[in-house]
T-cell receptor, first 112, second 117 residues
């Protein structure tokens, strides 16, 4: 079992729709969770961090964390073609310093 | 406010050679982490430097080594290059949170694309 799992996609949504990206992790005591966006040929760009169970909203983005289910998700409302990118989920396990463990990423395509 | 910078942008080497990649952290940050990202994969943690010492290391061979300088900048060295070392090498900087849980938020530089022929 991979430590952090994401569906590789591609996930295709029409412009204006809600895109839902999912991530599961295996280490039950993980405590910090991050979503990064990576455009083709570029480096990852931080979108959001979340540390507590529940929802965290930032503009069109909402991160959801459920530690009991070991599940974190990212919702993108009113999706735009400029949101087309690979979305990386990253987890910081407890007692492993600043190490981030990444999933393989989900490719999102927003069609005009 | 300068972000994370890396040099060089691209590098082509041959098998067996050695390479040094450089990173300057975001202003105000004191910690540097290095990642390797193969095509189509998520970044893999190589190691992290804090206070000029290796704080954490991933599952990479000893051919991968690093250094952090007093100004917090860092180098990644890879010896005896293999074809499989071809990848995007990412540097991320953060500020260690003292007195609380480890919630270092890491910001990535533009990366160095290494090609080994």
């Amino acid at each position: 079992q991979k430590e952090v799992e994401q569906n590789s996609g591609p996930l295709s949504v029409p412009e204006g729709a809600i895109a839902s990206l999912n991530c599961t992790y295996s280490d039950r005591v993980s405590q910090s969770f991050f979503w990064y966006r990576q455009y083709s040929g570029k480096s990852p760009e931080l979108i959001m961090s979340i540390y507590s169970n529940g929802d965290k909203e930032d503009g069109r983005f909402t991160a959801q964390l459920n530690k009991a289910s070991q599940y974190v998700s990212l919702l993108i409302r009113d999706s735009q073609p400029s949101d087309s990118a690979t979305y990386l989920c990253a987890v910081n396990p407890l007692y492993q310093g600043g190490k981030l463990i990444f999933g393989q990423g989900t490719e999102l395509s927003v069609k005009p | 406010d300068a972000g994370v910078t890396q040099s060089p942008t691209h590098l082509i080497k041959t098998r067996g050679q050695q390479v040094t990649l450089r990173c300057s952290p975001k202003s105000g940050h004191d910690t540097v982490s290095w990642y390797q990202q193969a095509l189509g994969q998520g970044p893999q943690f190589i190691f992290q430097y804090y206070e000029e010492e290796e704080r954490q290391r991933g599952n990479f061979p000893d051919r991968f080594s690093g250094h952090q300088f007093p100004n917090y900048s860092s180098e990644l060295n890879v010896n005896a290059l293999l074809l499989g070392d071809s990848a995007l090498y990412l540097c991320a900087s953060s500020l260690v949170q003292r007195g609380g849980p480890s919630t270092d938020t890491q910001y990535f530089g533009p990366g160095t694309r290494l090609t080994v022929l």
